[in-house]
């Protein structure tokens, strides 16, 4: 009889593990971290040239208004 079971569990938890205590977020923070990381994921994807992380992270955040937007080539 051959063996179905799969040996391989997923290496991420099924629910992912959120800090509490001192230094926890909100509710309010873990959405809108939630947001910031989904918007930035889309522009770095629908990008042609291949945003950085960092560059679609500053982006998103310049587009839901939480950063003022900055010169080119300022850090």
Same mark, same amino acid.
């Given at each position: 009889?051959?063996?179905? &079971?799969?040996?391989?569990? +997923?290496?991420? +938890?099924?629910? *992912?593990?959120?800090? /509490?205590?001192?230094? #926890? @977020? /909100?509710? !309010?923070? *873990? #959405?809108? =971290?939630?947001d910031l990381h /989904?918007? =930035? @994921? $889309? @522009?770095? =994807? $629908?990008? &042609? !040239?291949? *945003?950085?992380?960092?560059?679609?992270?500053? *982006?998103? #955040?310049?587009?839901l208004g939480l !950063?003022? +937007?900055? #010169? &080119?080539? &300022?850090?």
């Amino acid at each position: 009889m051959p063996d179905t &079971e799969d040996r391989w569990q +997923p290496s991420r +938890p099924d629910k *992912l593990h959120r800090r /509490t205590g001192p230094g #926890a @977020l /909100t509710p !309010e923070q *873990l #959405a809108l =971290a939630d947001d910031l990381h /989904t918007r =930035a @994921l $889309a @522009l770095r =994807a $629908a990008s &042609e !040239e291949g *945003l950085s992380i960092r560059d679609a992270v500053a *982006l998103a #955040a310049v587009q839901l208004g939480l !950063e003022p +937007p900055r #010169a &080119e080539g &300022e850090s």
